[in-house]
């Protein structure tokens, strides 16, 4: 009788209700993200039936615990058949943090060491690829609170600090310290100044990308117009190309 007493208290104290509200938790938690990211999500109803992208996220989630329990090709199969629903291709090793946003999502490749923090935020045909055959760690890890722009390609074993903004089609293949913006092919890192506030919201302002190869363009045809009126005497002498006017380059001679 005794023991039949240890027993039942012992089944009576298992947490599987716990482990229900849990998961409950994070469905809710990954709702709530795509609505604080994205104004066009109305409802919760609509955010369940239409995002592609957390139907994704939770087939990898399926996918990764298979994968962790040595279900490999089971986790590799759906995690297939989550691509031809989605159009997103979720390796299922890879390790993927909260509040995880994939907005449109068509084209999203994400390889199989591929390490995300918290907070991120990944637009359609964004790849997290690997330039390498071997077969340990050879994708990108990315930072918390890290914005990756439309198109973009972020490869190799590289880390993106946090707080970082990737802008639409660049190609990273270096890494970046924190609160970093970085543009361009290949992709030119900028370190901010001040680390950018609130970190609390995701860093969408896609238009405010500084034009480094511009920028130094424009430094370079200054300086020649200084050279040159120094040459000829403080004479003035139209040079083929003139430095940017609120952004907008002029000269016939010109061209990108």
Same mark, same amino acid.
């Given at each position: 009788? $005794?023991?039949?007493?240890?027993?039942?208290?012992?089944?009576?104290?298992?947490?599987?209700?716990? *482990?229900?509200?849990?998961?409950?938790?994070?469905? *809710?938690? &990954?709702?709530?993200? /795509?609505?604080?990211?994205?104004?066009?999500?109305?409802?919760?109803?609509?955010?369940?039936?239409?995002?592609?992208?957390?139907?994704?996220?939770?087939?990898? *989630?399926?996918?990764?615990?298979?994968?962790?329990?040595?279900?490999?090709?089971?986790?590799?199969?759906?995690?297939?058949?989550? *691509?031809?629903?989605?159009?997103? !291709?979720?390796?299922?090793?890879? +390790?993927?943090?909260?509040?995880?946003?994939?907005?449109?999502? @068509?084209?999203? #490749?994400?390889? !199989?060491? $591929?390490?995300?923090? &918290?907070?991120?935020?990944?637009?359609?045909? #964004? +790849?997290?690829?690997?330039?390498?055959?071997?077969?340990?760690?050879?994708? %990108?890890?990315?930072?918390?609170?890290? #914005?990756?722009?439309?198109?973009?390609?972020?490869?190799?074993?590289? +880390?993106?600090?946090?707080?970082?903004?990737?802008?639409?089609?660049?190609?990273?293949?270096?890494?970046?310290? %924190?609160?970093?913006?970085?543009?361009?092919? %290949?992709?030119? /890192?900028?370190?901010?100044?001040? %680390?950018?506030?609130? /970190?609390? @919201?995701? &860093?969408?302002?896609?238009?405010?990308?500084? &034009?480094?190869?511009?920028?130094?363009?424009?430094?370079?045809?200054?300086? #020649?117009?200084?050279?040159?009126?120094?040459?000829?005497?403080? $004479?003035?002498?139209?040079? $083929?190309?003139?430095?940017?006017?609120?952004?907008?380059?002029?000269?016939?001679?010109?061209?990108?």
């Amino acid at each position: 009788m $005794a023991i039949k007493s240890e027993i039942k208290e012992v089944q009576g104290t298992r947490l599987t209700p716990l *482990r229900k509200t849990s998961v409950f938790s994070s469905i *809710r938690e &990954d709702i709530q993200s /795509v609505k604080d990211r994205d104004p066009a999500a109305r409802n919760w109803l609509e955010i369940v039936i239409c995002y592609p992208g957390l139907h994704a996220l939770w087939g990898y *989630r399926l996918t990764h615990g298979l994968w962790t329990h040595n279900l490999k090709l089971l986790a590799r199969w759906i995690s297939q058949l989550m *691509r031809s629903l989605t159009g997103i !291709e979720i390796h299922p090793g890879a +390790t993927i943090g909260k509040r995880f946003f994939i907005d449109h999502g @068509m084209g999203v #490749v994400i390889g !199989e060491t $591929a390490e995300i923090g &918290d907070n991120v935020t990944l637009y359609h045909g #964004v +790849t997290l690829g690997g330039v390498s055959l071997n077969k340990g760690k050879r994708h %990108p890890t990315l930072g918390n609170n890290v #914005v990756v722009g439309a198109g973009a390609k972020i490869l190799g074993a590289i +880390t993106i600090g946090d707080n970082t903004r990737v802008g639409a089609n660049a190609v990273v293949v270096k890494p970046t310290p %924190p609160n970093s913006v970085v543009v361009g092919v %290949p992709g030119q /890192v900028i370190e901010r100044s001040q %680390p950018r506030m609130p /970190v609390s @919201m995701p &860093d969408l302002e896609h238009n405010r990308l500084p &034009d480094t190869i511009g920028e130094t363009l424009a430094a370079l045809v200054k300086h #020649v117009e200084q050279l040159e009126k120094r040459l000829n005497g403080e $004479a003035e002498h139209g040079p $083929a190309l003139h430095h940017p006017e609120a952004g907008v380059w002029h000269g016939q001679d010109f061209s990108i």
